[in-house]
Antibody, heavy 118, light 107 residues
Framework: QVQLVESGGDVVQPGQSLRLSCAASGFTFTSYGMDWVRQAPGKGLEWVAVIWSDGSTKYYADSVKGRFTISRDTSTNSLYLQMNSLRAEDTAIYYC???????????WGQGTLVTVSS | EIVLTQSPGTLSLSPGERATLSCRASQSVVSTYLAWYQQKPGQPPRLLIYSASTRATGIPGRFSGSGSGTDFSLSISGLEPEDFAVYYCQQYGNSLFTFGPGTKVEI
């Protein structure tokens, strides 16, 4: 069965960096685009970034462009999100999600919590 | 960027009743790229409907989606206790994904 397991969430100070990981299993990783979606405490869903199945193309939400980098490692079936220059407003649960051919998300991980606070 | 607006913000209903949720886009959305999700407290979202009207795998028949252009809706016929949750619409366009703010369906 499809499984997505995020890790790497932590409490960090503003301006610091953090790297999130998502371990994928149960499907052919190289056949799917992957995304990060976040949810601030008590708020709605916000798309963060997408990487295409072959890793050739990446897009970012304006709120994270220039600070966050999405990447993938096909040798370990892992998705990553490098987050630099973190701000208080980046505080959220970060989910990794599998992208379908219809540009929606059919499987989600349980999420990892990132807290940015001084 | 296409902005999605959902209404109402909260829908108070009883089990067995019908729920109708609205999702309106600031620009026309390709129907193929419109989806609905359900989220319960402490859980990740679950895909309900994709391509505006196709139920995802394992989703009960009481959930249905419709609409085109800028107006889409999600209907739940005969609310079950497990259906009380927050529902989000989502679209893809111009290399960006956006979610609506959500509709909470409460008892």
């Amino acid at each position: 069965q499809v499984q997505l397991v995020e890790s790497g969430g932590d409490v960090v100070q503003p301006g610091q960096s953090l790297r999130l990981s998502c371990a994928a299993s149960g499907f052919t990783f190289t056949s799917y685009g992957m995304d990060w979606v976040r949810q601030a405490p008590g708020k709605g869903l916000e798309w963060v970034a997408v990487i295409w199945s072959d890793g050739s193309t990446k897009y970012y939400a304006d709120s994270v462009k220039g600070r966050f980098t999405i990447s993938r490692d096909t040798s370990t079936n892992s998705l990553y999100l490098q987050m630099n220059s973190l701000r208080a407003e980046d505080t959220a649960i970060y989910y990794c999600a599998r992208l379908t051919a219809n540009w929606n998300f059919d499987y989600w991980g349980q999420g990892t919590l990132v807290t940015v606070s001084s | 960027e296409i902005v999605l607006t959902q209404s109402p913000g909260t829908l108070s209903l009883s089990p067995g009743e019908r729920a109708t949720l609205s999702c309106r886009a600031s620009q026309s959305v390709v129907s193929t790229y419109l989806a609905w999700y359900q989220q319960k407290p402490g859980q990740p979202p679950r895909l309900l409907i994709y391509s505006a009207s196709t139920r995802a795998t394992g989703i009960p028949g009481r959930f249905s989606g419709s609409g085109s252009g800028t107006d889409f809706s999600l209907s739940i016929s005969g609310l079950e206790p497990e259906d009380f949750a927050v529902y989000y619409c989502q679209q893809y366009g111009n290399s960006l994904f956006t979610f609506g703010p959500g509709t909470k369906v409460e008892i």
